[in-house]
């Protein structure tokens, strides 16, 4: 049997290699390429918080091992700016903080020992009967072509898939920022009135803290926090972030990224199926895309260990399986968006009750563990 990945991303390999493992012939198509350095000495900009099953999914692939990059988190702390509200996660296994970067590295080191065959052809579209092309040109028939390329999803839409605005157009800006205090092991959010602020731990370089920051705001708020030199940025977090980590610097120039929710009206026509950012883009609010997206490739690993090997009936399944957690992830990401930018003095009341509701209930906290992979 014959598959095609579109998208040498995260998910897209992952997928590449689940497909391998149950022993199909796979080829990969990404335009940028499948060359990747080993991250630098500094901790990269593009950080994910990576839930267990995330990780057991990489270790079943080999492509998971111990390393100094790694960050293990025991707890999470999301608070209010505005009340005194709180909820706190501890456990054991929450996640491990990691660069996006040295997840592709490994996948990709992986990758170069197997059957697999990458191309760079720019695929302009495929058919529901498993056809990839590009222009005029035929590449393969493939039996299941797997679509993971990215949040734009522009073959999909070539290819018939409806993308669907889900709102929210907003930017983040993310970054590493040397720190005063340890985070002992803590990720903290804090829901600030110009949106949710993140603070991930990272592994120390030598003496010096570090923790990772994501914070997502309006478009409005951007333009003003844009033109900032990065002393007057990390000053503003340094505030923001009530001093948590104590004062904050930029290791490096931050980095501003467009974002938006977005969905496919469908994820699978014929043998086609779409997965992570291309069916299913969210906010980054929880960590939680790229765990979305391995968890799309889990699903696709079960179906393929029950011996299927029609394509439509493959991406039938997955599509079943996913749907709903894609709709119930993407409906609460917008929910708390907007929730927790609103000031008006009932929305602020409201949200602190939800907050010590859910720290006062496990179960509550441990359904946000398990959205979270
Ligand atoms: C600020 C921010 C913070 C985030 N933090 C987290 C987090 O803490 N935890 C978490 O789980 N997730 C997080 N995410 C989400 C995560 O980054 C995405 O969910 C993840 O990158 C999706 O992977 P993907 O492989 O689907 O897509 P991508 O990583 O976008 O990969 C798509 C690939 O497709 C290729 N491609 C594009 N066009 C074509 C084409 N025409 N033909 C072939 N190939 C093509 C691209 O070159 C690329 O290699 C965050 C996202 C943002 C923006």
Redesign the pocket.
């Known amino acids: 049997m014959r598959a095609a990945v ?7 390999l992952a997928s590449a290699l689940v497909l391998e493992q149950a022993g199909w012939e796979v080829a990969v ?4 390429g499948f060359d990747l350095a080993e991250p630098s000495d500094e901790i990269g900009a ?5 839930g267990p099953k ?1 990780q057991s999914l990489l270790e079943r692939l080999s492509a998971w091992r111990a390393d100094t990059r790694l960050c293990p988190y025991q707890t999470m702390r999301v608070i209010d700016f505005t009340s005194d509200a709180e909820v706190c996660f501890t456990d054991r296994d929450l996640g491990v903080l990691v660069e ?1 970067d040295w997840v592709r590295k490994r996948l990709l080191d992986r990758l170069a020992v197997s059957k697999i065959v990458t191309h760079s052809e ?2 302009t579209q495929v058919t529901p009967e498993g056809e990839v092309w590009a222009g005029d040109t035929r590449l393969l028939q493939a039996d299941l072509v797997v679509l ?5 999803a ?2 999909a839409v070539a290819s018939g898939f409806e993308r669907i605005d889900g709102g929210h157009h907003q930017k ?1 800006v ?1 970054g590493t920022l040397a720190a005063t205090l340890p985070h002992e092991g803590e990720a903290f959010q804090v829901f600030t009135p110009e949106g949710p602020l993140a603070l ?1 731990p990272l592994p120390s370089q030598g003496e010096g803290n570090r923790v990772s920051l ?1 914070w997502s705001v309006t478009s409005e708020v951007a333009s003003a926090l844009e033109p900032l030199s990065a002393e007057a940025l990390a000053r503003r977090i340094t505030l923001r972030s009530e001093w948590v980590r104590g004062d904050l610097s930029f290791v490096a120039d931050p980095d501003w ?1 467009p ?1 938006s929710q977005h969905r496919l009206a469908q994820d699978a026509r014929g043998c086609v199926v779409a ?4 069916a299913h883009g969210i906010l ?1 609010l929880a ?7 391995f968890a799309d490739v889990r699903a696709l690993e079960s179906v393929l260990a029950t011996g299927v090997q029609d394509g439509d009936r493959i991406a039938r399944t997955i599509e079943r399986e996913r749907r709903l957690d894609h709709r119930a992830v993407s409906v609460a990401m917008g929910l708390f968006s907007d929730g927790f930018r609103d000031n008006r003095p009932w929305a602020r009341l409201t949200r602190s009750a939800l907050l010590r509701t859910a720290n006062a209930h496990p179960s509550l906290r441990r359904m946000f563990q398990e959205l979270a ?1």
């Open positions: 579109i998208g040498g991303g995260a998910i897209g198509y990404d335009p940028q593009r950080v994910w918080a990576l995330a996006a720019p695929v993971a390329e990215g949040r734009a522009r073959i983040a993310v991930l994501v990224i974002l997965m992570g950012d291309t980054p960590g939680l895309g790229a765990n979305l997206g992979g």
